[in-house]
């Protein structure tokens, strides 16, 4: 069961850790989304990015939010807010009888990565076009003012450019697909289509597949740290409320997209290895062992980074002055693993 399959008592555990960090918009953001008009749509609400739009949003909307704001996932279910308010998420088939008015959309709602290793291309393929078309359907017959669209740094092939073969990238050729699709659904400077690499921050899921949240997840247990890469790995990460915040601008007309996807990257670059160091130090606990297979020289690097020029740009343009990465570390273990007191200021940052 992934975390955000888990039932109501758990999730509302879940929402109480997310005061800590403080996933609240900017008071200009909140100001102007509060008075629009605008309600919202969300599918795939229940995900990492969908439950820090969620409590974002609710921050901004107050009592007015179940009225104001439409939930879709895969089932039926209830999400309480870390505010105690409860939404509740219907299946993704039922979009199709929404009637709402004008709206932003947030399209979450997509069979990622690891979904596309455990069945063939054609099925993996069918099951996401049936999500888009339920989507896009909606899309084309609602008032709709803009769309926010997480797509995903998987797009870019080996050569660094966009990979669209369906058989050697499914789950990236399947995002350009949707890039294009939903870039005509809305204003070009209204749509925020941005490929994410790497994210931190509350709501973090997946502990299994995510380096930072396995990491976090080693030192609550007492460590060791355990890394399986036998060469460098570099990432670099963006905190998921400068995410929503930057798309909610863009969306709003606070600052004018760019319209083309931008990518996702952080303040920087960091290899895997001084990551787990980094955490470790953070978290109080810096003499933490870390294992990990000695690095072959002969091995290529694994560097997933996107170009953030951009996503600063935007940034800038708004106001929004990007977390660094030992403030998107400690919101990241304080969600995890909240009785653990951290600061950024603590040795090794």
Not at 127 to 140: G, K, M, P, R, T
Not at 151 to 171: F, H, K, R
Request: glycine share 8%; hydrophobic share 45%; proline share 6%.
């Amino acid at each position: 069961m992934s975390r955000s399959d888990r039932p109501v008592n758990a999730v509302s555990h879940r929402a109480r850790r997310a005061e800590r960090a403080s996933l609240v918009f900017s008071p200009s953001l909140a100001r102007r989304l509060a008075d629009s008009d605008l309600d919202i749509v969300v599918t795939g609400a229940g995900g990492w990015i969908g439950r820090a739009v969620l409590e974002m949003v609710d921050a901004a909307f107050g009592d007015s939010l179940p009225a104001r704001v439409h939930v879709y996932g895969s089932t039926r279910r209830t999400l309480q807010l870390a505010s105690g308010r409860r939404l509740t998420s219907r299946p993704l088939g039922e979009l199709r009888d929404l009637k709402v008015g004008p709206h932003l959309l947030m399209h979450l709602a997509f069979l990622t990565r690891e979904h596309a290793a455990t069945q063939s291309v054609a099925s993996y393929v069918t099951l996401n076009e049936d999500i888009s078309a339920v989507v896009l359907d909606h899309a084309h017959r609602s008032p709709l003012e803009a769309v926010f669209l997480p797509s995903s740094g998987a797009v870019y092939g080996a050569d660094g450019a966009p990979c669209a073969d369906l058989e050697t990238n499914p789950y990236g050729a399947l995002k350009l697909r949707d890039e294009a699709r939903f870039a005509d659904v809305s204003p070009v400077e209204r749509a925020a289509i941005v490929r994410v690499f790497n994210l931190a921050g509350p709501f973090i899921n997946k502990g299994s597949i995510y380096a930072l949240a396995s990491i976090i997840s080693d030192l609550e247990r007492g460590g060791p740290i355990r890394l399986r890469a036998d060469h460098l790995v570099v990432r670099s990460y963006v905190h998921v409320r400068d995410l929503v915040e930057i798309a909610f601008a863009v969306m709003l007309g606070q600052i004018p997209g760019p319209g083309v996807p931008f990518d996702t990257a952080g303040d920087r670059e960091i290899e895997i290895g001084d990551l787990a160091s980094l955490t470790a130090a953070l978290l109080g606990m810096p003499d933490t062992r870390i294992d990990r297979p000695e690095i072959a020289g002969d091995n290529p690097a694994d560097r997933y980074v996107g170009d953030g020029m951009l996503l600063r740009e935007l940034a800038l343009g708004s106001g929004i002055e990007l977390a660094p990465l030992d403030v998107q570390v400690v919101d990241t273990a304080a969600f995890i693993w909240p009785s653990r007191q951290a600061s950024p200021d603590s040795p090794g940052s």
